[in-house]
């Protein structure tokens, strides 16, 4: 029965490896989107979410009938209770990517607009905050997941930054008011994005070590 255990439990660290990839390239191909005016590829995001969501469900599933079949106890435990978790938070940075597409497909349908620096850098931290919090799912790793909590920071100083920037671009056209707040917007759903990636980090930290971390980052 142990071994079987197991055997689901491999299947499980599989199948949020491959959700992880999908929110990854989902994430990432919105960013490109903006950036390029692409409403194809904006496109293929927005239609390609239904399969991040069927494999969420499926995952879901996969957790709910190991603790029923085999009632796990200490790390796999743990660990199904993490991966349970960890598969919402990427659902939703897979939904946020959609909001950022929708962004990109109202946006190329405007004259074009400078794209603040401030964007491409929130998505440069986010992205590697993803990355970094799926690697330390894998290795089970404190001190990566550690930083990434850490990196929540910078992503919410910059979001902090859009709101008078975007205040200037108002304020010099103010017929653009509109493809302005799509670009608040889009930094809107990168810190959130963030703020997933930092939940997937301390999950982590407690699939470790037992201790739940949320919120003891807060002064």
């Known amino acids: 029965m142990n071994q079987h255990l197991q055997r689901e439990i491999e299947k499980l660290k599989k ?19 903006v950036i390029e005016r692409n409403t194809t590829q904006a496109q293929t995001i927005i239609k390609d979410d239904s399969i991040i969501d069927d494999k969420e ?15 796990p106890v200490a790390i796999d435990l743990r660990y199904i209770i993490s991966v349970l978790k960890i598969n919402n938070d990427l659902e939703r940075i897979g939904d946020l990517a959609v909001n ?5 497909v109202h946006l190329t349908s405007q004259p074009p607009i400078n794209i603040p620096e401030t964007i491409p850098r929130m998505a440069n931290i986010v992205q590697n905050m993803l990355k ?38 108002i304020e010099e056209e103010p017929e653009r008011i509109d493809t302005s707040l799509q670009l608040l917007s889009i930094s809107r759903y990168l810190e959130r994005a963030a703020d997933h990636c930092t939940n997937i980090a301390e999950d982590v930290e407690y699939l470790v070590d037992g201790k739940i971390r949320r919120h003891s980052y807060q002064v």
């Open 15 to 33: 199948n949020i490896m491959i959700i992880g990839t999908l929110v990854e390239e989902s994430l990432r191909d919105s960013i490109k989107a």
């Open 57 to 71: 469900v499926e995952l879901e599933e996969e957790c709910l009938k190991i603790l029923a079949l085999h009632q």
């Open 100 to 104: 950022i597409a929708e962004r990109a």
């Open 132 to 169: 970094d919090s799926l690697d330390a799912l894998v290795n089970m790793d404190t001190i990566r997941a550690g930083e990434v909590c850490e990196s929540d920071d910078e992503v919410d100083d910059l979001l902090n930054g859009m709101f008078p920037l975007v205040q200037s671009m």
